[in-house]
């Protein structure tokens, strides 16, 4: 068997184990792996179909890296669904926090400031965690604390 199909049934291999992993990695890999074929198909020398997959594989995997970095800093933060809701209060505590009844459950709440008055029906300003932050009207922005 020639040395280029050796390079493509590994770089076959690796694109096949990328589908399974959906990471990208594996996939620039294999395509480094298809270019050391590629290499081995005009005759190069061993070293030099290794030089070429290696130098591929490293710089693909960082450009990957950069483009996953990138596209994690221009993709905005999801709002909360949650913000703007209607809640109802079941109790409040001395301290200004509550319990509230939200999407079948029961909740801890906080005022979203010491100003604002406590009511029975309240909206959902902002979630710390799993601590919902009230307010008595609607917020306008919805905000993660």
């Known amino acids: 068997m020639s040395a280029y199909w050796i390079w493509w049934i590994a770089a076959a291999a690796l694109v096949a184990?990328?589908?399974?992993?959906g990471t990208f990695y594996l996939l620039v890999v294999?395509?480094?792996?298809?270019?050391?074929?590629?290499?081995?198909?005009f005759d190069a020398s061993v070293p030099l179909q290794w030089l070429i997959a290696a130098?591929?594989?490293v710089i693909g995997t960082?450009?990957?890296?950069?483009w996953k970095?990138?596209?994690v800093l221009r993709t905005p933060a999801q709002q909360g669904l949650d913000i703007g809701q209607m809640v109802q209060v079941q109790s409040w505590g001395p301290d200004g926090t509550a319990r509230v009844a939200y999407r079948g459950s029961t909740w801890d709440a906080e005022l979203a400031a010491t100003g604002v008055p406590q009511a029975k029906t309240m909206y959902i300003a902002a979630m710390r965690g799993s601590v919902l932050i009230l307010s008595d009207r609607r917020p306008d922005a919805p905000q993660q604390l």
Do not use: P
């Open 17 to 21: 184990a990328e589908l399974l992993t």
């Open 30 to 41: 294999g395509i480094a792996l298809a270019f050391g074929g590629a290499a081995a198909w």
């Open 55 to 57: 130098a591929l594989g």
């Open 62 to 66: 960082v450009m990957l890296q950069r």
């Open 69 to 71: 970095r990138d596209l």
